[in-house]
């Protein structure tokens, strides 16, 4: 079992930076692909982007490439997301996940590939 806690959520202003957390209860997470989801109000479940084990691979939706990096330390079982020139647009619950894989540079778009969730945290882009 693996527990996923986000953290780093809050209001902030179109334009600004805000950096996401992740951080996972045990030491296997080093073998998971690990993925951040957001769901905007009235709105279905969408990637955001994912990294593999590895650190090297990532990959991101459309929507976000550019301006948001993933990143992650398996030794501090943590994952982070960094979001620069957010926008109105860019205000959901962001939920970060783990799959687990046996292959270090997998990565990871579907929802159905992930087993263990995070709560969510709120971000809103607001002026």
């Known amino acids: 079992q693996v527990t996923l806690v986000e953290s780093g959520g809050k209001l902030v202003q179109p334009g600004d930076s805000l950096t996401l957390s992740c951080l996972s209860s045990?030491?296997?997470?080093?073998?998971?692909?690990m993925g951040w989801f957001r769901q905007a109000p009235g709105k279905e479940r969408e990637f955001v982007g994912s990294?593999?084990?590895?650190?090297?691979?990532?990959v991101y939706a459309d929507s976000v490439k550019g301006r948001f990096t993933i990143s992650r330390d398996n030794y501090q079982k943590t994952m982070y997301l960094q979001m620069n020139s957010l926008k109105p647009e860019d205000t959901a619950v962001y939920y970060c996940a783990a799959g687990g894989t046996s292959y270090r540079y997998t990565t990871f778009e579907s929802e159905s590939e992930y087993e263990y969730w995070g709560q969510g945290t709120q971000v809103t882009v607001s002026s």
């Open positions: 990294i593999s084990w590895s650190t090297t691979n990532t």
């Open positions: 045990r030491r296997a997470h080093g073998t998971y692909a």
